[in-house]
């Protein structure tokens, strides 16, 4: 049996990167607001919410 670790916790689940947009998802048209902006701001939040739940999990890969 192994020991649960941090990772397994459900009440503090590890945050998910965002999936990265396919080329082919951008229309290349020249939108105020691009696929791949998204993709960066989604990034930024997921890097920021990574490092606050490592902080609480010190232990954790």
Do not use: N
Not at 2 to 16: L, M
Not at 23 to 31: L, N, R
């Amino acid at each position: 049996m192994s020991t649960p670790t941090a990772a397994d916790d459900p009440g503090d689940p590890r945050p998910q990167e965002p999936e990265r947009p396919l080329a082919s998802d951008c229309c290349e048209s020249g939108c105020p607001i691009c696929v791949f902006d998204l993709y960066a701001e989604q990034m930024q939040h997921y890097r920021e919410q990574l490092a606050a739940w490592r902080a609480r999990h010190p232990g954790a890969e």
